[in-house]
């Protein structure tokens, strides 16, 4: 697994518009880079929808937000649709990016990565609990910004 203060790895997955978005290319701000297991399931319907909650929290720290699971794009469409969703949701269908942060154990972990503006990893949060993400991210954001 990827620690603090290693070079976050840099990746390009598909979003839920069928669009490249490329890690490198979010440098100068902080990202909030976070893998899920699966779409539209109770837990990370949770956790999506905290975020979708306090996103002018994580737009006031100049923070990004990715969501990160193995669904296809149209799945992650209809999860942003269906919870009106104001942040991007990144499919990685084959687990190769979630094989590179080391949270892919047959399924996606939930873990959040902090990522700081210079694409160095500031903090990781494991099998964070849904309920508790946007607290401990966004505290973290804090203390960085």
Not at 34 to 42: L, Q, S, V
Not at 59 to 70: D, H, M, Q, R
Request: aromatic share 8%; charged share 25%; net charge negative.
């Amino acid at each position: 697994m990827i620690e603090p203060g290693a070079p976050a790895p840099d990746f390009t997955m598909t979003n839920q518009d069928g669009e490249p978005v490329t890690l490198s290319e979010l440098r100068g701000r902080h990202v909030a880079l976070y893998f899920y297991p699966k779409a539209d399931t109770p837990g990370c319907t949770k956790q999506a929808c905290g975020v979708r909650d306090r996103a002018a929290e994580y737009e006031a720290a100049g923070a990004v937000v990715l969501g990160v699971s193995p669904d296809p794009v149209a799945d992650l469409r209809a999860f942003a649709d269906k919870y009106g969703l104001p942040f991007t949701l990144l499919s990685d269908h084959g687990a190769e990016v979630a094989k590179l942060y080391g949270v892919w154990a047959g399924h996606m972990e939930r873990t959040t990565f902090l990522i700081d503006p210079d694409g160095v990893v500031a903090r990781v949060f494991r099998r964070i609990k849904p309920d508790e993400h946007d607290d401990l991210v966004l505290g973290a954001l804090a203390s960085v910004t």
